[in-house]
């Protein structure tokens, strides 16, 4: 199995409450990501309720039908999502886990920790270095556009 794993992280313009929430609400997501430069095209929350651990969604991408579920939710600091992608036979072909851990800087802004992980399988592992130029691409206009979902003074840190 191949391994894609690397951190970015962006200082958001609200305070930690509301980023964890926008981050939290699954189909909110198809309001503030980009509609360029995304392989995201809509995201369906399939399970009931409040976006809690355990909720499943299904992410409609540029490559196909990707389903998920929220593999770690502890408001509002630590959200990690777990999405994976598998054969006809059921056997995996990619899988990912993108992290998000916040931390409060002040009352009016967030620094957002995230952390991508992604694992390859079969011969998907020769894809790796290319499929880890798409997951930097993918996270950093992620965090871009967050931030810029709350206004003007969102940035790249370190």
């Known amino acids: 199995m191949g391994v894609i794993e690397f951190e970015l992280t962006r200082t958001v313009p609200a305070g930690i409450d509301a980023v964890f929430a ?3 609400d699954i189909e909110g997501h198809n309001e503030w990501m980009p509609d360029k430069g995304s392989m995201l095209r809509r ?3 399939t399970s009931p309720g409040a976006p809690a651990l355990g909720t499943t969604y299904l992410d409609d991408t540029s490559y196909g039908p990707t389903p998920g579920e929220i593999a770690e ?6 959200l990690v999502y777990h999405w994976w992608d598998k054969t006809k036979r059921g056997s995996f072909k990619l899988e990912g886990w993108p992290a998000y851990r916040l931390e409060a ?3 009016e802004t967030t620094l957002v920790h995230h952390h991508a992980k992604m694992r390859t399988y079969g011969m998907y592992r020769l894809a790796t270095p290319f499929l880890r130029r798409i997951a930097m691409k993918e996270r950093t206009v992620t965090l871009e556009a967050l931030a ?4 003007p003074g ?3 840190v370190g």
């Open 148 to 151: 810029a979902s709350f206004g």
């Open 73 to 78: 939710f502890q408001p509002p600091h630590t």
């Open 22 to 24: 926008r981050l939290a």
């Open 105 to 107: 800087t002040d009352d």
């Open 43 to 45: 995201t369906t929350q």
């Open 154 to 156: 969102g940035h790249a």
